[in-house]
């Protein structure tokens, strides 16, 4: 992982610990998936949030590892309340 990976997931690691009760909270319902909503990232770390606009893919395999790491449990990230030139369309 190179050095700006790095930090990146150090980021959402520390981003995750902070939400870390709603972590648990899906995880005893059995959720498969852990909604997070985009603004809340963003007024967390708002590099971080404009990255993950900027390259979506890269930055959620990253944020799933930083969740893993976390809380081992096995859950997909699901980004909500994203700016709408960001919103994929249902057609």
């Not at 980021?11 to 997070?36: D, Q």
């Not at 930083?66 to 057609?91: C, G, H, T």
Request: hydrophobic share 45%.
């Amino acid at each position: 992982m190179a050095e700006e990976e790095l930090n990146h997931y150090k980021t959402f690691v520390e981003f995750f610990e902070s939400i870390n009760h709603r972590v648990i909270h899906y995880k005893h319902k059995g959720r498969a998936w852990l909604k997070v909503d985009f603004f809340e990232l963003a007024m967390f770390n708002t590099e971080l949030s404009e990255v993950l606009l900027e390259k979506p893919e890269e930055m959620l395999e990253i944020a799933q590892k930083a969740l893993k790491s976390v809380e081992p449990y096995d859950m997909v990230i699901r980004f909500f309340n994203m700016p709408l030139s960001q919103e994929r369309s249902p057609w």
